[in-house]
């Protein structure tokens, strides 16, 4: 099993400087004895003190003079602390490339994440950092798969239920898990609260957010436009968004756009965190935020998991099919599937069983009162802190200031767990698509116009299936689906990522352990 479009928990892409300090005790294990390996960990040093004046150094110190005009100090200060009181202190659990200016650093957040952090500095003089790059390390998905002697379902549903009563005490879960095989529920539980101001409990019929589980819908709603002649893979942007900028439209075609392939970015980083977010009411209004930035590489060069491109893809569908995107989706994949509980995110609308998402934040102490705060270390040794140590403390807050005013292409929409279910079983009994375009969608070759497949369950080999997971700071979702046993499974969670996908990967070793998956997937 793959897993497909797997979204990030964590995004930032920007230009950010960085200076030396010995106030944090060495990263372990140490980073390597070179101008970039010291550029990194003065990086992550001044990064794990929480403090915005030791972070304004680092860049006086190492950003050159016409970088700083590109993107001012006050930007680069936003975005630091931003993400520091989102993710709190890393800690370095390894190194996996050290390419001349260029180094990847793993790391752990304080909030659980597994990072992957791209330091990049001055090809001629790596004390210069031109760029760092946060992405998600390898995760469940590339872990090893849990091993050991058969289980019951019974058993399954106990490890199940130890596990989230756990995450439950620690405060890192709240939502809904189903498994289901066929007609048959092997588990489900609905576990803490959709609402915590007035202690609204999940239920079955809570709709979470998805994340970009929304992508596999675009990439869907792509292969119905092929399916009816209306554009084909190799087509270019410019054929369809003729106000795209060029040369860019000219060079980028669908399949590019699809696979994260054509050299386009990011719509979050600093311009997105400064915005009025309820001003983004349509794919177009997420154009400034990328449209006119250079490529990351040649189309067809490089991958870069690209939200940009999948904001391209929802505005070639509303160009392509005359509707727009939400409609579109909605006619051509909630209809057909019997999604009855599933529609675009509206931060402002009145959606009923909606649950809040909430993300653990940082709050400091600041003249001997607990108050929010920048993720900065609010006390010194002078106040009987510990040389080095993280005094901030964690508290769960409300996502609702970081969602878009309407959801996009590229994700942020909202279902249930039986929605999620039902668009399994469309998906792999072909009332979406055709079996050759849904065949195409998971993962096959581009068919022909007018092709023909013999039905999906019966055409995938044994043990075939995909997985799909969205998430950002307050939701985490997660759907697995195999294909010639129907077996689904769905996660959804109003929590911080990675909670979701950490489960996701505890079932794949506890449903094989069960015989729920067999044939060598």
């Known amino acids: 099993m793959r897993f497909l479009n797997r979204i990030l928990p964590l995004w930032l892409s920007c230009t950010i400087v960085v200076a030396s300090s010995a106030a944090v005790a060495p990263a372990k294990p140490e980073l390597p004895a070179t101008a ?31 970088d700083l005009a590109e993107r001012p100090m006050e930007q680069r200060l936003s975005a630091f602390k931003r993400l520091s009181r989102e993710i709190g202190v890393l800690e370095v659990t390894g190194v996996t490339a050290v390419e001349g200016a260029r180094i990847v650093v793993l790391a752990t957040s304080a909030t659980g994440e597994r990072l992957a952090i791209t330091v990049e500095g001055d090809a001629a003089d790596a004390s210069w950092l031109k760029s760092i790059l946060i992405d998600e390390a390898p995760g469940p998905d590339d872990a090893p798969v849990e091993t050991g ?7 399954l549903r106990d490890s199940l239920d130890r596990w989230i009563d756990r995450e439950l005490a620690a405060d890192r879960f709240a939502g809904v898990v189903r498994i289901v095989d066929g007609e048959r529920t092997i588990y489900e539980r609905a576990a803490g609260l959709a609402e915590r101001r007035f202690d609204v409990p999940n239920t079955f019929d809570t709709k979470f957010n998805i994340g970009s589980i929304t992508k596999l819908f675009t990439k869907i709603g792509i292969a119905k436009l092929m399916e009816q002649g209306k554009l084909a893979p190799e087509d270019h942007v410019s054929k369809f968004l003729p106000d795209y900028p060029k040369p860019v439209a000219d060079q980028i075609t669908i399949q590019q756009l699809l696979d994260h392939t054509s050299g ?12 009025e977010k309820s001003g983004l009411r349509s794919l177009s209004d997420f154009l400034p935020l990328f449209e ?49 509980a599933s529609g675009p995110g509206e931060a402002d609308a009145p959606t009923p069983n909606l649950a809040t998402g909430y993300t653990r934040r940082a709050r400091y102490r600041a003249d001997g009162d607990e108050g929010p705060g920048a993720g900065g270390r609010g006390r010194g040794p002078e106040d009987g802190a510990r040389p080095g140590t993280d005094t901030r403390r964690w508290e769960l807050r409300a996502n ?4 878009p005013g309407l959801s996009s292409s590229a994700g942020g929409g909202y279902s ?16 979406i698509l055709s079996p050759a375009y849904t065949q195409w969608v998971l993962g096959g070759d581009p068919p ?24 950002a700071p307050g939701l985490n979702a997660l759907l697995v689906m195999f294909f010639r046993q129907d077996l689904t499974t769905v996660v959804l969670a109003n929590a911080d990522p990675p909670i979701a996908e950490e489960l996701g990967q505890k079932l794949r070793g506890w449903t094989r352990r069960a015989g729920l998956v067999k044939d060598g997937s």
Do not use: C
Request: proline content about 8%.
């Open 36 to 66: 970039i390996g010291r550029l990194a960990a003065a990086w992550i040093e001044a990064f794990n003190s929480g403090d915005e004046a030791r972070m304004r150094t680092f860049n006086e110190k190492h950003v050159t003079k016409a």
């Open 149 to 155: 002697p058969p289980m019951t379902e019974s058993a």
């Open 264 to 275: 386009l970015g990011d719509i979050f980083g600093p311009e997105y965190d400064a915005m």
């Open 292 to 340: 006119n930035k250079p490529l990351k590489f040649e189309p067809g060069k490089g991958e870069f998991y690209s939200n940009a491109g999948y904001t391209v893809l929802g505005l070639v569908i509303e160009h392509v099919s005359g509707m727009p995107y939400h409609k579109f989706i909605r006619r051509t994949i909630y209809e057909p599937a019997g999604m009855i």
């Open 400 to 403: 609702t200031y970081d969602l």
């Open 416 to 431: 249930t767990a039986g929605d999620l279910i039902r668009f399994a079983a469309a998906l792999r009994h072909d009332r």
């Open 448 to 471: 022909a116009p007018g092709a023909k497949a013999a039905p999906t369950m019966q055409t995938l080999p044994p043990g075939a299936g995909i997985g799909i997971a969205g998430g």
